[in-house]
């Protein structure tokens, strides 16, 4: 079954005297996994990886994530871009609401395929495929890819030729967190050309697809990309092509900004692409889906005061301690420099590979929890409270989360810190430098009573 496995932490916990109609909320749910997790462990015995950093994951937000796609983009198919977040639990859940899925290597394809997931709802989304993965996916029934050149329609022809080909097209990327167009996409003079030579190797190119760029923000890519298509679906009726599906693609953030991107996007795709046109839309949703539903929570494993920082030679000016501690500390109070057990070369991979800023918050402190109360959150205010920065375990420089923030509180090692918002291009893209393990536990929780049915927790 797909829930083998699947249980939940917090079973009634919250159910004070009697049925609770409503149940915990989300925040509930994720602070108690928190805490009971760190409430455990003593940092003056605990083994080593004890203390070590961890998620909780909260299902119920992945399927509410769902719902508000449906309600936005009720035409479009999603397939969840699995190179996000391949975790099996999330992978499960989506499967179970009937997305498709976008993978981009054997192993993403292979491990769709052991969910019992029906080959046809993969769509193998790499433009440039290796030999051996294109043999593999011909042999397990996975005909759906993307190609955008000459030489990838020669090395399908010979290899997969009875493949369904979609054209992937140029975007303007200017917008995006993560630009992809540098690397993949036919530009508008080159698809007739493309599409000629597939038709002349005899090949089965039924749709276009496109990226606007991982984390996109103008939603005018979207409609300048659906008018590219536009065209490109008619340059292929001219060699006899009837296309039926356009892809289009990821680039969708979970915050406030997607009411108003799928909005040009639905409305491009009315105006060019409407009901009775028959075409299928698909998408490669990533980020939209995984985001928002993990939170990180790190341990404090070293402070220093700033004073302590190791000072730069300086020939001229014998003073340089004193005058990086006025620059840091106005009121006269110290600062500090944190260091954690997760790091760029871990979870944070999201700030070098992702662009992403996250925000520490503090989960507990001094033996008390604080996860969602106003001493939570760091302070905005350039002088207030207590200035930190906040560093990787790892020997490199590199390795810094942040470069300033202020609590109110005085932190201190072995208190945590969490961070939400580490569901995308996080754990996937964490390496094991320095000897750090890459592998943390998760925690599930699920706050959406619709989505613990669907994968029979309780
Ligand atoms: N599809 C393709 C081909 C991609 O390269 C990516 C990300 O790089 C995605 C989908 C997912 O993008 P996002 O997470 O921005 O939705």
């Not at 080159?190 to 996109?216: I, K």
């Not at 996250?358 to 939570?376: E, F, I, M, Q, S």
Request: charged fraction near 20%; glycine fraction near 10%.
């Amino acid at each position: 079954s797909t829930n083998s496995g699947f249980h939940e932490h917090h079973d009634n916990h919250h159910h004070h005297g009697g049925q609770d109609p409503v149940g915990p909320s989300a925040k509930e749910l994720i602070g108690n996994a928190l805490h009971q997790r760190v409430e455990k462990i003593d940092h003056e015995f605990c083994e080593p990886g004890d203390e070590d950093t961890f998620f909780v994951a909260d299902l119920g937000e992945v399927y509410r994530q769902h719902l508000r796609w449906k309600l936005n983009l009720p035409r479009v198919k999603p397939f969840y871009a699995v190179k996000c977040n391949p975790d099996q639990k999330l992978l499960e859940l989506l499967a179970a609401l009937g997305t498709g899925f976008d993978c981009a290597s054997k192993a993403e394809i292979e491990q769709v395929l052991r969910m019992g997931v029906d080959p046809s709802r993969i769509i193998y989304a790499q433009p440039c495929k290796t030999n051996s993965y294109v043999r593999y996916v011909a042999s397990h029934g996975v005909r759906q890819m993307t190609f955008d050149n000459a030489d990838e329609l020669r090395k399908i022809a010979r290899l997969f030729p009875d493949a369904e080909l979609f054209l992937r097209i140029l975007t303007d990327d200017s917008s995006s967190l993560c630009r992809l167009s540098l690397k993949f996409g036919a530009s508008l003079d080159s698809t007739d050309g493309l599409l000629a030579l597939a038709h002349e190797l005899g090949l089965n190119v039924v749709g276009v697809s496109f990226h606007v760029g991982s984390g996109a923000s103008d939603p005018g890519a979207f409609l300048k990309a659906v008018q590219d298509a536009h065209v490109v679906f008619q340059q292929a009726a001219a060699y006899g092509f009837h296309l039926k599906t356009l892809d289009v693609g990821g680039g969708f953030c979970s915050d406030d900004t997607f009411e108003e991107m799928a909005g040009v996007l639905r409305a491009a795709l009315d105006d060019y692409f409407p009901a009775h046109s028959g075409i299928n839309l698909i998408a490669e949703p990533g980020r939209y889906y995984a985001s928002s539903a993990y939170t990180l929570a790190c341990n404090i494993i070293a402070r220093r005061t700033i004073a302590d920082m190791p000072q730069p030679i300086s020939e001229s000016n014998g003073g340089a301690v004193m005058a990086i501690n006025d620059r840091h500390t106005p009121s006269g109070d110290a600062s500090y420099m944190l260091y954690v057990n997760d790091g760029l070369y871990g979870n944070f991979s999201s700030i070098m590979f992702d662009h992403q800023n996250p925000v520490a918050k503090a989960l507990r402190v001094g033996g008390r929890t604080l996860y969602d109360t106003p001493a939570a959150e760091g302070l905005s205010s350039p002088t207030g409270g207590v200035e930190y920065s906040i560093w990787g375990p790892t020997c490199d420089g590199i390795d810094r989360i942040t470069q300033s923030i202020r609590f109110s509180l005085v932190l201190d090692v072995g208190d945590w810190l969490y961070f939400e918002d580490m569901g995308a291009y996080t754990k996937c893209s964490a390496t094991t430098f320095n000897g750090f393990s890459n592998e943390h536990d998760v925690i599930y929780v699920c706050s959406e009573p619709g989505a613990k049915a669907l994968l029979g927790m309780h």
